[in-house]
Each structure stands twice: as C-alpha cells, then as structure tokens.
C-alpha cells in the first residue's frame, strides 16, 4: 500500500483521531489480527459471529493504527501503546474501509476492468490478466480479495508499483453489494461470465441475480462496455435494456466475438476466435466450451484495447490457473481436479469435460455437495445426476448429504451400466478410489470447497 500518514486516513474518512499523533505512516492494511504487523492499518469487522474490535488491546501492540466504532476502546489498551499507534474512531469500520478503498481507486488514473459473474469469474478475470500482460503491466485482483470487505484491500495496493490497467474481480452474495462494488472500483469495461445460481438462497431467483450483476455499469459513463456472455439466456434477453454499449461472446457465429472449429488435440482445447475479418489460431491447456468462454472473453477485451492478438493468444496458451488441474497420477490415470468451488452450471461444465476428455479407461465422477442453494438444493443436486446420465459417466461416487440426490436420481434410472456409490462424508473415499480405479481411467473431482474435497486429491500424488 501506498504510505499515508494518519492526518491524511483520518481526512479520507471523516474520522476522529482517538490517541495518537497525525505523522504516523501507515503503510499496509490488514482484516486479520494474525497478520497485523508494524506500519498497518488494523479494520475490525463486526460478523455474525465475531466482533474484531476484541481483538483491537492486543493489536495496538504493533499496529499503526486501528479503526473502532466506539470510544470506550480507549479504556482497554494499555496506555504504554496509544502514542505509536493511532485510534481511529469512525461511525461504521467497514464503511471507513470502504471509502479508503475509493480514496485508492481515485488516485489510480488508468482503465480498471471489472469481471463478474455467477460462474469462472476467477478464471476469466486471470485469463483477461495473462492476455493483457502480453502487452500491458496489469494491476489485478489479490487472493480472493472480490467481495465488499476484501476489495478495499484490493484496491489498497493499486498504487504500490507503476500498472497501465486493472482487473478487478468482483463477488456478491446478496442485494446491494455490486452497488458498494462498483462505488468502489468504478470499472471502465466490464465482463458478466454467466448468471447461475450461486447464492440463489439470498437472491431467490435468477432474474434478480441478472440484475445484481449488471449493475457492474452502474458506475459507467457513456464510453463504458460491456462484454456479455451470449451463451447465457437472461443475459442475452438483456440485450436492448443496457446503459451502455454492449458487446456479446459465445461459441456461435451470431456473437460479436465468437470461437469456430473447437477440437481437442493432444488434450487440449484449440479453436479459431473470430470478431470480424479477425481470426486467431487458439490452444488451451485446459478442458471444456466453458474455458474457451473464458479465453474467448478475453481475447474480446484485448482487442477492444487494441492489443497485440498473436502476444494475447501465446500468453493464453500458458494459461494454467488456478482452478482447473489435469494430470496424470503416479498410479496411471489421470486427475480432472476442479474442486474449488461448485454450482449446477459448473458441474454441467466439468462433466461435459469429463465425458469430451479422451480416455483408454473408464470416466469416474466423484461429486461433492454443492453450497448455499437454498430450498431448491435437493432439486438442483438430483439435476447433476442427469448430467452425469448424459455424459457418458463409468462410475458415479457422491458425498454429503444433499449430493445423494444425484446418487439416487442414477440409481432409480434404467442406466445399469453406472456404478453409483455414496458416502455421507470423505473418510473412505480415497480409499475406495485406490481400491477400484486403473490404469487409463480417468477421475473427475467436483465440490464446493466448503467439502474440503483438497484432502481426498491430496491422496493420489501426480507422476513425476
């Protein structure tokens, strides 16, 4: 982070400074009292379980400052502590957070691009910063730092080394967060990768989830763009109800920029992409139409900046990220491992690469419970199991409680040529894995990551 003093994150925020003095430097900012160390900014969240300002006695022994909601905080830090670091009293400490955020993003005077989405938003907005790091030095999303409380870190750092752009990735969960978002980041381009169901349980239907993520232009004058999924129907609908212009993607000859001729070869995925006259030859070192969407997308905004297309497309076949893994495993088959995060859309994507993948084995799916679907959980796990009917699946192994749906929705078919399996948790899984696969099958891994599906992968080591 840049160096400020406390006089000036105390005008940037409309605090009252507490204890302290005004020259103190802060130089770095942190949300997690594990990590506080000299020179940073200490912001106490208050969640739904915790209430960091607890936190705050202990912090003060090394901070530069701290934010509070409350003056009484005064009375719990050691005395000895309060003239090197800085009490900062504001009236909401997310919200300070948030407006220092905007403070950054203000100073940063170069084009940001925003990535949404309901699915691949992560991959999409990497690959946009390989294509553009062809030609650009990119500024982009730190860690997983997309959400109203991560971002101001984000954007914290924006200024820390010279960048000619920056891509932001940015997640909500429910109403109102992509207005913060946007308030904050203030995108220039925007990309929207799909509207699923992630997060149905709070938006209740995906009309309302299409809504919340187009109001990634909220913040967009008249020369900002969009780049939509053309592929996706609720966007597509949206087509003449955009503030500003909009430009779709897909794998179809009516999208603005559009993929031709996809094939696999040597197991990668190669096509054409096309806008215009333009053609470029592509490959991927990943799997799937919806990584090609992703590559697509990127490419789209590469030329739209007026990129090097042959640079973008060499950076692109680098491109290895960091959700999708296939590797051989040192006991000969190979490992699809996609298991950071899940929804319906994402597992109809991976099966489809699991069944397009080729293979001297069987395909074996093993499928983890998908999260924070709300009352229609039951109903979304049991339409992975027709995904998997449809995708040419060998051997079907679920875990957890709500992906049994899908095991018995498999089970209750006339598809006796699946071999379904269940089991309520991991323990055993590995093993029964160990005990049954061979040499040329391949092995699809898929789950949220709140099912820790890291702990079973971790078993079968990559060959060397």
């Given at each position: 982070?840049?160096?400020?003093?406390?006089?000036?994150?105390?005008?940037?925020?409309?605090?009252?400074?507490?204890?302290?003095?005004?020259?103190?430097?802060?130089?770095?900012?942190?949300?997690?009292?594990?990590?506080?160390?000299?020179?940073?900014?200490?912001?106490?969240?208050?969640?739904?379980?915790?209430?960091?300002?607890?936190?705050?006695?202990?912090?003060?022994?090394?901070?530069?400052?701290?934010?509070?909601?409350?003056?009484?905080?005064?009375?719990?830090?050691?005395?000895?502590?309060?003239?090197?670091?800085?009490?900062?009293?504001?009236?909401?400490?997310?919200?300070?957070?948030?407006?220092?955020?905007?403070?950054?993003?203000?100073?940063?005077?170069?084009?940001?691009?925003?990535?949404?989405?309901?699915?691949?938003?992560?991959?999409?907005?990497?690959?946009?910063?390989?294509?553009?790091?062809?030609?650009?030095?990119?500024?982009?999303?730190?860690?997983?730092?997309?959400?109203?409380?991560?971002?101001?870190?984000?954007?914290?750092?924006?200024?820390?080394?010279?960048?000619?752009?920056?891509?932001?990735?940015?997640?909500?969960?429910?109403?109102?967060?992509?207005?913060?978002?946007?308030?904050?980041?203030?995108?220039?381009?925007?990309?929207?990768?799909?509207?699923?169901?992630?997060?149905?349980?709070?938006?209740?239907?995906?009309?309302?989830?299409?809504?919340?993520?187009?109001?990634?232009?909220?913040?967009?004058?008249?020369?900002?763009?969009?780049?939509?999924?053309?592929?996706?129907?609720?966007?597509?609908?949206?087509?003449?109800?955009?503030?500003?212009?909009?430009?779709?993607?897909?794998?179809?000859?009516n999208q603005d920029y559009h993929a031709e001729n996809i094939r696999i070869e040597d197991g990668r995925s190669c096509f054409t992409y096309v806008h215009d006259d333009t053609r470029v030859e592509?490959?991927?070192?990943?799997?799937?139409?919806?990584?090609?969407?992703?590559?697509?997308?990127?490419?789209?905004?590469?030329?739209?900046?007026?990129?090097?297309?042959?640079?973008?497309?060499?950076?692109?076949?680098?491109?290895?990220?960091?959700?999708?893994?296939?590797?051989?495993?040192?006991?000969?088959?190979?490992?699809?491992?996609?298991?950071?995060?899940?929804?319906?859309?994402?597992?109809?994507?991976?099966?489809?690469?699991?069944?397009?993948?080729?293979?001297t084995g069987r395909r074996i799916a093993v499928l983890g419970d998908m999260l924070e679907l709300g009352p229609d959980s039951p109903k979304f796990h049991a339409e992975v199991g027709r995904a998997?009917?449809?995708?040419?699946?060998?051997?079907?192994?679920?875990?957890?409680?709500?992906?049994?749906?899908?095991?018995?929705?498999?089970?209750?078919?006339?598809?006796?040529?699946?071999?379904?399996?269940?089991?309520?948790?991991?323990?055993?899984?590995?093993?029964?894995?160990?005990?049954?696969?061979?040499?040329?099958?391949?092995?699809?891994?898929?789950?949220?990551?709140?099912?820790?599906?890291?702990?079973?992968?971790?078993?079968?080591?990559?060959?060397?």
């Amino acid at each position: 982070m840049k160096s400020i003093s406390v006089g000036e994150l105390v005008n940037i925020v409309g605090g009252k400074l507490l204890t302290g003095n005004t020259g103190i430097s802060v130089t770095d900012v942190a949300i997690d009292s594990r990590v506080v160390e000299e020179g940073m900014l200490f912001v106490p969240i208050i969640g739904e379980k915790v209430d960091a300002h607890k936190f705050i006695p202990e912090v003060a022994k090394k901070a530069a400052a701290v934010f509070t909601d409350r003056e009484s905080v005064l009375d719990e830090v050691d005395d000895q502590y309060k003239e090197n670091c800085a009490i900062i009293k504001v009236d909401d400490t997310l919200r300070a957070f948030q407006v220092m955020g905007i403070y950054f993003r203000k100073h940063y005077d170069k084009k940001v691009v925003g990535v949404t989405g309901s699915v691949g938003k992560t991959t999409t907005r990497e690959m946009i910063t390989s294509a553009l790091g062809s030609s650009f030095a990119v500024y982009s999303t730190k860690k997983n730092y997309n959400s109203e409380i991560g971002t101001p870190i984000t954007l914290a750092g924006m200024l820390d080394e010279p960048s000619d752009v920056a891509v932001l990735e940015l997640g909500i969960s429910d109403f109102g967060e992509m207005d913060v978002l946007t308030e904050m980041t203030m995108p220039n381009i925007g990309v929207v990768t799909n509207i699923g169901v992630s997060h149905i349980e709070y938006f209740k239907t995906r009309d309302n989830i299409c809504i919340e993520k187009l109001k990634i232009a909220g913040r967009m004058d008249d020369t900002g763009v969009l780049f939509l999924n053309g592929e996706d129907k609720f966007l597509l609908a949206m087509r003449n109800n955009l503030s500003v212009k909009a430009f779709y993607y897909g794998l179809h000859e009516n999208q603005d920029y559009h993929a031709e001729n996809i094939r696999i070869e040597d197991g990668r995925s190669c096509f054409t992409y096309v806008h215009d006259d333009t053609r470029v030859e592509m490959s991927l070192n990943l799997l799937g139409n919806h990584m090609i969407l992703n590559a697509v997308a990127a490419m789209a905004v590469c030329e739209y900046m007026g990129l090097d297309l042959d640079k973008a497309a060499e950076a692109l076949s680098q491109f290895k990220g960091q959700r999708q893994n296939v590797y051989k495993s040192e006991d000969g088959f190979t490992i699809i491992d996609d298991a950071y995060n899940a929804s319906p859309d994402s597992m109809r994507a991976e099966l489809a690469v699991l069944a397009e993948t080729p293979t001297t084995g069987r395909r074996i799916a093993v499928l983890g419970d998908m999260l924070e679907l709300g009352p229609d959980s039951p109903k979304f796990h049991a339409e992975v199991g027709r995904a998997v009917l449809s995708n040419d699946v060998d051997i079907l192994i679920t875990v957890g409680n709500e992906m049994k749906n899908a095991h018995e929705l498999v089970k209750s078919s006339d598809a006796d040529d699946i071999e379904a399996v269940h089991f309520d948790e991991n323990a055993g899984v590995a093993d029964y894995i160990k005990n049954i696969a061979k040499e040329g099958d391949t092995i699809l891994f898929k789950a949220s990551n709140g099912m820790r599906f890291k702990e079973i992968i971790t078993e079968f080591k990559p060959a060397i």
